[in-house]
Structures are given as structure tokens and as C-alpha cells.
């Protein structure tokens, strides 16, 4: 029974951070992490900032920190590829001027 309940908590810890991940920042920074970080931990509760999304923190100029490695916006990545991609057909269709 407790190996199960220990399952279960180890499971509820990853869906948390797979669906419903937060991110931390300092307003004194450029930088946002995920909770857990050492850096994330060290900041001031007057000086702390959250988000919902790692897009929300790449939107509010914020880069992933190097440590924890958060997640950069698959939405961004998608959204960059797309644009070489147009861009790149553009100059195929123009005769690769």
C-alpha cells in the first residue's frame, strides 16, 4: 500500500510540471526557472514573479535559466520554423534570388 501511494505522489509531481507547469522569476532578473531551481528558491517573495507558461515568460522578456533548463515555448520554436520555412519557399518559387 505505501509503494503505491508512493507511486502515486512521484506520478501527481510530473503531471504537475507535464500540465500545469509554473515558472519563477525575479523582477531584479532577466532569467525564469522552474520552482525547484536553487536560483528560483533564493528569490525575495517581494521581488518574485509568476507564470503560467513559458511563453508568458518569454513574452515578458525573460530567458530560461541555465541551471534548471525550463522548457523555451515549443510555440515559439514551431512559430520561427514556420517562418524559414515561407521564407525559404518564397526564394524557391522566385527562382533563388
Known sequence: MKKLLAIGIILLFFATFAFGAEFWASKNSNKYHYPSCQYAQKISPKNLIKF???EQALKAGYQPCKICKPPI???VEDNETRHIHVATTQ???RGGQ
Request: no cysteine; aromatic share 0%.
Open 52 to 54: 503560467g507558461s513559458s
Open 73 to 75: 515555448s515549443s510555440k
Open 91 to 93: 526564394m524557391e518559387h
